[in-house]
């Protein structure tokens, strides 16, 4: 590979995925038409929207009282349809504020029902997840985000919770495993380790829906598309089918557990030469650090033009950190391989050879 | 070309546009990634969207004080975002009714105002385009469909309005000229002439914008759309970009204009072989036959099987009705070549011959 794809997201996605993805574009299986241009109605795309649910099961150990969606809007339209279809107005939902995408998840439920801020690392410019808050017993739920892409924090496990948990995992879904049974619903852009932007796959306990009083729009009712396995309308058949071959990957290489722990070398490989190296530093708390998105800063940022330049010349792409951060940002979801990292690593040792 | 694809969409997309479609999904240019995997804020992408909004104007010919959106969710998304962003509970929004996608734009509506069907084609299974209605003059804005998928119905010309209209041109838009300066809003899923599913095109007068009282959602707010240049957040990359290259294939090919007498040549020649095959009758009124959808039955259905074994021979593919109106629907979208419309003329004068 020639290229060292470190995007926040769209990011990276497996080669072989890339390739059958790339071929299918061009003729599916022996149907003599591209996947683009066939009908969501005809059997060979049936079978592909049913195996993804299948094996989205299969992969997270989900059980039959979930259902798994595929919907489109991105999590950005979840922070809305969550409290639209969970929170009558009088109720109150409970949020855990630990950055950008969180922040604007509360935004948005404002407009339906009461939303108590149960923690926030703001104080912070959200460099840590906050921890051994209490959560009131009365809350309609608690919403939390697992991954925090633009800050580098990451939860690293998920406290017991007295009131039902909704989990915003956009960055960090099938990168390791997780007991779905703690959450009524999780959701996730697939734009990260699942699959390309168009997609945004949802997973949530049956029974907690049809419970409020508000009138919904159809195609904003998550009931519709349970009712209708995601094919209400038209679904976004490419994302879908992208998606199903990064999960048989998934599947391949040897499941979550596997993922976490080449997301777990990858992380420990930088971690070590950001801590060890003397001209950069780590941003986050590092008991809060992510595994998927690597932030780091330059103690001398009168030298980030060069340290830039040699990353460029490495062919390393994608490492420019967020405005609200700053320096670096490394993002290293599922597929990108540990040899992109090592050249990372070489950049940053090479760099301080020759500026340290 | 070996397969004849006449889907009702998602749908036939030119050959060219697939093989660079599928080019790009392994390598786009030269950036040594796939254009999967490409951050949505890089500049290779954000040039992507550019120049699509920019051919929208060129081809449509859309003056400044519109703009063209990417949003997702189809039309199903939009039946109840134009009530939500248009139209406040005391008001009043009028719709023709011309078959099953406005029926349902119908029903999402009335979660929102007042709904007056101002006109139907119901009486007779929505086999004609209603007429001569009366447009009262306080209506919030008059609701219309150009092309009926299903029933295979097509406005051939929108009548002067006097109140704001709003059409959901889902499958005929870039078919044929139209003065875009009658409508405020026009709204289309792109999975018919413009691209893959996953992609819906909106293009909105401004100043109709933020004229409602109600809160609406950041995402469901057109505006939110307008001021971020359908980047609020990760938009649909790829569908998006082969919808750029179909729109690069329609520019080529010498614009709407041509894209209209292509398919004007492909429904004489098939209308003219269903109104002279005895075996054959067309379904829909004369007048306002689709120049998209073009659905027809068998005078004796016991003859069902032998015309489709026919057809399959012939590599046609998703002729089927569908169940609504039964029989065959052949859809002759701008991508179909009318050497394929050829093809199943040929199957039904063979079947004549054979079975007449």
Same mark, same amino acid.
């Given at each position: 590979?020639?290229?060292?794809?470190?995007?926040?997201?769209?990011?990276?996605?497996?080669?072989?995925?890339?390739?059958?993805?790339?071929?299918? &574009?061009?003729?599916?299986?022996?149907?003599?038409?591209?996947?683009?241009?066939?009908?969501? #109605?005809?059997?060979?795309?049936?079978?592909?929207?049913?195996?993804?649910?299948?094996?989205?099961?299969?992969?997270? *150990?989900?059980?039959?009282?979930?259902? %798994?969606?595929? =919907?489109?809007?991105?999590?950005?339209?979840?922070?809305?349809?969550?409290?639209?279809?969970?929170?009558?107005?009088?109720?109150?939902?409970?949020?855990? +504020?630990?950055?950008?995408?969180?922040?604007?998840?509360?935004?948005?439920?404002?407009?339906?029902?009461?939303?108590?801020?149960?923690?926030?690392?703001?104080?912070?410019?959200?460099?840590?997840?906050?921890? *051994?808050?209490?959560?009131?017993?009365?809350?309609?739920?608690?919403?939390?985000?697992?991954?925090?892409?633009?800050?580098?924090?990451? @939860?690293?496990?998920?406290? +017991?919770?007295?009131?039902?948990?909704?989990?915003?995992?956009?960055?960090?879904?099938?990168? #390791?495993?997780?007991?779905?049974?703690?959450?009524?619903?999780?959701?996730? !852009?697939?734009?990260?380790? =699942?699959?390309?932007? !168009?997609?945004?796959?949802?997973?949530?306990?049956?029974?907690?829906?049809?419970?409020?009083?508000?009138?919904?729009?159809?195609?904003?009712?998550?009931?519709?598309?349970?009712?209708? +396995?995601?094919?209400?309308?038209?679904?976004?058949?490419?994302?879908?089918?992208?998606?199903?071959?990064?999960? #048989?990957?998934?599947?391949?290489?040897?499941?979550?557990?596997?993922?976490?722990?080449?997301?777990?070398?990858?992380?420990?490989?930088?971690?070590?030469?950001?801590? #060890?190296?003397?001209?950069?530093?780590?941003?986050?708390?590092?008991?809060?650090?992510?595994?998927?998105?690597?932030?780091?800063?330059?103690?001398?940022?009168?030298?980030?033009?060069?340290?830039?330049?040699?990353?460029?010349?490495?062919?390393?792409?994608?490492?420019?950190?967020?405005?609200? %951060?700053?320096?670096?940002? &490394?993002?290293?979801?599922? &597929? =990108?391989?540990?040899?992109?990292?090592?050249?990372?690593?070489?950049? @940053?040792?090479?760099?301080?050879?020759?500026? !340290?």
């Amino acid at each position: 590979m020639s290229v060292h794809n470190f995007f926040a997201g769209p990011a990276i996605l497996p080669q072989e995925v890339l390739k059958e993805a790339s071929e299918s &574009a061009w003729r599916y299986q022996d149907h003599g038409l591209s996947i683009l241009e066939m009908s969501h #109605r005809s059997k060979p795309l049936t079978a592909i929207f049913e195996e993804t649910e299948a094996l989205i099961h299969e992969l997270l *150990n989900i059980p039959d009282d979930y259902k %798994v969606l595929f =919907l489109t809007g991105g999590a950005s339209s979840q922070f809305y349809m969550v409290p639209m279809n969970l929170l009558n107005e009088n109720e109150t939902a409970g949020y855990v +504020d630990t950055g950008t995408w969180s922040t604007k998840a509360i935004k948005e439920a404002k407009l339906f029902g009461n939303v108590k801020v149960i923690a926030s690392s703001e104080d912070k410019n959200f460099n840590y997840i906050p921890k *051994n808050y209490e959560v009131p017993t009365d809350l309609k739920y608690l919403h939390i985000t697992s991954n925090n892409t633009i800050y580098g924090t990451q @939860m690293q496990s998920f406290a +017991d919770c007295p009131v039902r948990m909704v989990i915003d995992m956009s960055s960090d879904i099938f990168s #390791r495993p997780f007991d779905i049974t703690s959450f009524d619903l999780v959701y996730a !852009g697939a734009q990260k380790n =699942l699959g390309p932007a !168009g997609v945004t796959l949802v997973i949530v306990k049956k029974d907690i829906l049809e419970k409020v009083e508000r009138k919904i729009p159809s195609m904003l009712n998550y009931m519709t598309h349970v009712k209708k +396995d995601s094919t209400f309308n038209t679904p976004p058949v490419y994302p879908i089918y992208v998606s199903l071959l990064t999960l #048989r990957w998934i599947k391949k290489m040897g499941g979550v557990k596997v993922m976490q722990e080449r997301n777990q070398a990858k992380a420990d490989l930088l971690y070590g030469e950001i801590d #060890r190296n003397p001209m950069f530093y780590g941003t986050t708390a590092v008991e809060d650090r992510s595994k998927m998105n690597v932030c780091f800063l330059l103690h001398d940022e009168s030298k980030a033009e060069a340290f830039e330049a040699a990353a460029k010349d490495a062919k390393c792409v994608g490492i420019k950190g967020h405005r609200s %951060v700053g320096g670096y940002r &490394a993002s290293t979801y599922n &597929a =990108l391989p540990i040899e992109s990292v090592q050249v990372l690593v070489d950049v @940053m040792q090479n760099f301080e050879k020759q500026h !340290g």
